[in-house]
């Protein structure tokens, strides 16, 4: 079991930057493959960002490459999501999920955390 706490969302202007984090509980962390979704209103949750469960890999949405990076510290059972450049799009919940597989399907991801909103102004 993982239970994962989302932090670090906000207001925004657009052009400027936020850092999510999402920390989870117990030892197995270090074993997921942990993503980032966001949901915006009235829309699908979509994939962001995912990172390996050693940190080696990452692949992020083709919408936010170049403005966005995950990482992890598992020292610190914790995942990151470094926003820049926010856009007014970019407005939304951002969820942090733990997957056993590495994947960028919402649906094989076994845990979520609450969310965060971000809100970006134009």
């Known amino acids: 079991q993982v239970q994962l706490v989302e932090s670090g969302g906000g207001l925004v202007q657009a052009g400027g930057f936020l850092r999510l984090s999402c920390t989870a509980s117990?030892?197995?962390?270090?074993?997921?493959?942990m993503g980032w979704f966001r949901q915006a209103p009235g829309k699908e949750r979509e994939f962001v960002a995912v990172?390996?469960?050693?940190?080696?890999?990452?692949n992020h949405a083709a919408n936010v490459k170049g403005r966005f990076t995950i990482s992890r510290d598992n020292a610190e059972n914790t995942v990151y999501l470094q926003m820049d450049d926010l856009k007014p799009d970019d407005t939304g919940v951002y969820f942090c999920?733990?997957?056993?597989?590495?994947?960028?399907?919402?649906?094989?991801?076994?845990?979520w955390g609450q969310g965060t909103q971000v809100t970006v102004s134009s």
């Open positions: 999920a733990a997957s056993s597989s590495w994947t960028t399907m919402k649906a094989r991801y076994n845990y």
């Open positions: 117990g030892r197995t962390f270090s074993t997921y493959n």
């Open positions: 990172i390996s469960w050693i940190g080696g890999s990452t």
